[in-house]
């Protein structure tokens, strides 16, 4: 069974940056999107940055644009974020997601809907 395992959280000041990382284990799976979202105290989870695959199409929330960059390392089977520019409003537990299913519809990437295969979170925290 796939399993996601995201790290790279950690604690920064306002405009600092870092690096989340999410790995996939348990073998291989088609994936159509892959995705990462977050979720603050109190707050629905909601998308931040997502990618296509193949073609590696992303697709970013308006509140990270410019800030926030998606990428994916195919040998290393992982899918990376990086923050730069962070700020207060950035911080939340953040989820790496998968579609495996193609449930995932076009124009609704950022959506929760349609991701099947789910991360713990790791925590990003901007004072």
């Known amino acids: 069974q796939v399993q996601l395992v995201e790290s790279g959280g950690g604690s920064v000041q306002a405009g600092g940056s870092l690096r989340l990382s999410c790995a996939a284990s348990g073998g291989s799976h088609i994936t159509y999107y892959m995705g990462w979202f977050r979720q603050a105290p109190g707050k629905e989870r909601e998308g931040v940055a997502v990618i296509a695959t193949p073609g590696d199409r992303s697709n970013y929330a308006d509140s990270v644009k410019g800030r926030f960059t998606i990428s994916r390392d195919r040998t290393k089977n992982t899918l990376l974020l990086q923050l730069n520019s962070l700020r207060p409003e950035d911080t939340g537990m953040y989820y790496c997601?998968?579609?495996?299913?193609?449930?995932?519809?076009?124009?609704?990437?950022?959506?929760?809907?349609?991701?099947?295969?789910w991360g713990q979170g790791t925590q990003v925290t901007v004072s």
């Open positions: 997601a998968h579609d495996s299913l193609g449930r995932v519809r076009y124009g609704a990437e950022l959506a929760r809907t349609g991701y099947n295969i």
